[in-house]
């Protein structure tokens, strides 16, 4: 998340300062200026999003400083700052359009509370019963500019979201008292708009939740350890679901929240197979050049249905199947042979695989076999 520039503006050096530290120390870019003329200046070389400005100022007050700045930048955001009874400048700031005008002494957890509305900061809720995992993904997405709070368990969660709006949750399935899944549809019920990504260090015991999860609304399933950078997508994924279901566009998000596992060595047939499913029709895609890739993808979150050649560089395909279901017994694998092994995918459908595809397989035929592993 590219980071929030903020200007601040007063000519008492000391609690401009002191405000910037403040914002600084919460991950925002922040610079200062002690007249409006300075401040001018800066706005024309660097591209603010929001300016904190207090209204008496020598030179030149806030409030024309606040009208020449809209002429630089149209875009930007002004919250302007005073200690005095100066209603005519106060008003004209209101006429002029500022975003707030706030009176000294600023109550500092509203202005944080105003700038981070303004910025459009994404707030995250991290439940998980141990700390040091909380305190790891925090730091790692305050870094990134999002506001992170985190809950140790149903309990905790669910009153901090009954007092503040979030636009993410980040669940772990195996809580004390009620599971991931239960505090998961809890959680929906208060904030339906937010946006879910379940987790598990669990794969095999808590796979029947994961699914049920990601079936009833949750964006993924994520497997510890954490691949940060996997997170990272899925938190970019999960968030532009959510806003494009706000949208006036809605995206098809049954589609987009499930998650297809591409195995095949042939590059050109991966990414034709990959494009297919993800450009054409919306689906998340994780692809694997070997069977080996294929099982460190799987740790790394559910995938509803595997797509998968019998015949890799490193692993027999019938043995993969038989690993994937060890991390996700309710992966839904469909085995793509060519003609000479056709006899063999044969006998594995029903027992491990869901169906097998040969090859060539024509775009509809795919379509069709995976829709049916979905139960669509």
Do not use: W
């Not at 029947?208 to 990601?214: G, V």
């Not at 949208?247 to 990959?274: A, G």
């Amino acid at each position: 998340m590219k980071k929030t520039n903020i200007l601040v503006v007063d000519d008492d050096t000391d609690l401009a300062e002191g405000i910037a530290d403040v914002l600084d120390a919460m991950g925002y870019h922040v610079s200062v200026a002690n007249d409006g003329f300075v401040a001018m200046d800066l706005v024309k070389k660097d591209p603010f999003n929001i300016v904190l400005m207090d209204i008496r100022m020598p030179g030149i007050n806030g409030v024309e400083t606040y009208r020449r700045i809209k002429g630089i930048r149209p875009g930007i955001k002004v919250i302007l700052m005073t200690a005095y009874s100066a209603e005519n400048l106060v008003d004209e700031a209101i006429h002029q359009g500022v975003c707030q005008v706030m009176t000294k002494p600023i109550d500092l957890d509203g202005l944080i509370a105003l700038i981070e509305a303004l910025a459009g900061k994404v707030r995250v809720m991290v439940v998980d019963d141990d700390p040091a995992f909380c305190e790891a993904i925090r730091d790692v997405l305050e870094v990134k500019g999002f506001k992170v709070q985190t809950a140790g368990d149903y309990a905790e969660a669910i009153s901090l979201a009954q007092k503040d709006p979030v636009d993410l949750f980040l669940i772990d399935i195996k809580l004390p008292t009620q599971n991931g899944f239960e505090t998961y549809l809890a959680l929906r019920e208060i904030d339906p708009k937010a946006a879910y990504i379940m987790i598990t260090g669990y794969s095999e015991e808590t796979c029947d939740l994961a699914k049920k999860a990601t079936e009833s609304g949750a964006y993924t399933c994520l497997y510890k350890p954490l691949d940060i950078a996997k997170m990272e997508e899925c938190i970019d994924g999960a968030l532009a679901v959510k806003n494009d279901a706000t949208s006036k566009e809605p995206v098809e998000t049954d589609e987009v929240k499930t998650s297809i596992l591409i195995v095949e060595d042939d590059e050109v047939l991966r990414l034709i197979l990959s494009d297919m499913l993800e450009l054409k029709r919306g689906y998340y895609v994780g692809a694997a050049g070997t069977g080996q890739e294929a099982l460190n993808e799987a740790r790394k979150r559910f995938f509803n249905v595997a797509l998968l050649d019998l015949s890799l560089p490193d692993i027999e395909g019938h043995d993969l199947i038989r690993q994937l279901k060890k991390i996700c017994p309710t992966t839904q694998c469909i085995i793509l042979t060519g003609h000479a092994s056709k006899d063999a995918a044969a006998s594995v459908v029903g027992e491990t695989a869901f169906a097998y595809l040969v090859k060539p397989s024509s775009a509809d035929e795919i379509m069709n076999t995976i829709e049916k592993a979905l139960g669509k």
